[in-house]
């Protein structure tokens, strides 16, 4: 178990007394490329804003699950990287599936979205088998889909950042994160991006997509902080500077 170190900046550290969130990052090493990483500090520094304990553990292949989980992060990764944590997400897997039907919030990002669908097909055509947590195929390409996106989606608009060559269906019935304003989604012709499954997020943006959506981010930590504690009793958090980044970005690309 570790404790992520957090940089503050320009809000007062909140003393914790609400009670412990465990935040479980999966696979930091391989699968933490274009800057997701910063979705489990800003989880963690959110939760302190709050007035919480954040306990972050990150998982590495082969290692003990952690005791406890009450959010779980994933990020993007390139084949080779979900080559190397197939194995141990095929031991987790069980594990994973029954944190999802009870209920445990997570947000995957990219790569491990991927694995955590129906099967990754290479482009070379090897079959990596997912989850199946999402009803969700994706075929490797050659052709990369890269550019800033704006979503709208149930906790909002949300804005980011994508760069994936994966082409992801969505199988019938399975719901999408969110719809696309700009930019390619899941595979730049059905007009959806990610997928969202119960309290199980899926996305393939970055930038990190949490720091630029404080909305989505404290939707997470609200389910998290309810079922470690009991309640959710968020604090006052100014996120002017986030919001008028978002607000730039839409009008941006919007108009």
Not at 26 to 48: F, H, K, Q, V, W
Not at 90 to 102: P, Y
Not at 134 to 157: A, E, H, K, Y
Request: contains cysteine; glycine residues 14%.
């Amino acid at each position: 178990m570790s404790q992520l170190p957090v940089e503050v900046t320009a809000m007062a550290e909140v003393p914790a007394d609400k009670g412990e969130v465990h935040v479980v990052h999966l696979y930091p090493r391989e699968m933490s490329i274009y800057g997701d990483l910063g979705n489990t500090r800003c989880i963690a520094a959110r939760l302190r804003w709050h007035g919480y304990r954040p306990v972050v553990h990150d998982h590495h292949p082969g290692a003990p699950w952690p005791e406890r989980a009450d959010l779980v992060l994933g990020g993007g990764g390139q084949d080779s990287g979900q080559v190397r944590v197939q194995e141990d997400l095929a031991a987790q897997a069980d594990r994973l599936r029954e944190l999802a039907a009870d209920g445990v919030p997570m947000l995957m990002i990219c790569g491990m979205y991927q694995l955590m669908g129906q099967a990754f097909v290479t482009v070379e055509g090897e079959r990596l088998p997912g989850l199946g947590i999402f009803d969700v195929t994706t075929q490797g390409g050659r052709t990369r889909m890269i550019g800033p996106v704006v979503l709208d989606t149930d906790l909002g608009q949300v804005v980011g950042y994508e760069n994936h060559s994966g082409a992801t269906r969505l199988g019938e019935g399975q719901a999408p994160f969110g719809r696309v304003r700009h930019g390619h989604g899941n595979n730049g012709s059905d007009g959806t991006e990610g997928a969202r499954t119960g309290n199980v997020f899926g996305s393939y943006l970055h930038g990190p997509i949490l720091p630029a959506n404080p909305r989505l981010a404290d939707g997470l930590l609200e389910i998290a902080a309810r079922r470690a504690t009991g309640e959710w009793a968020p604090g006052e958090i100014d996120d002017s500077i986030a919001d008028q980044a978002h607000q730039r970005q839409v009008r941006r690309l919007l108009g």
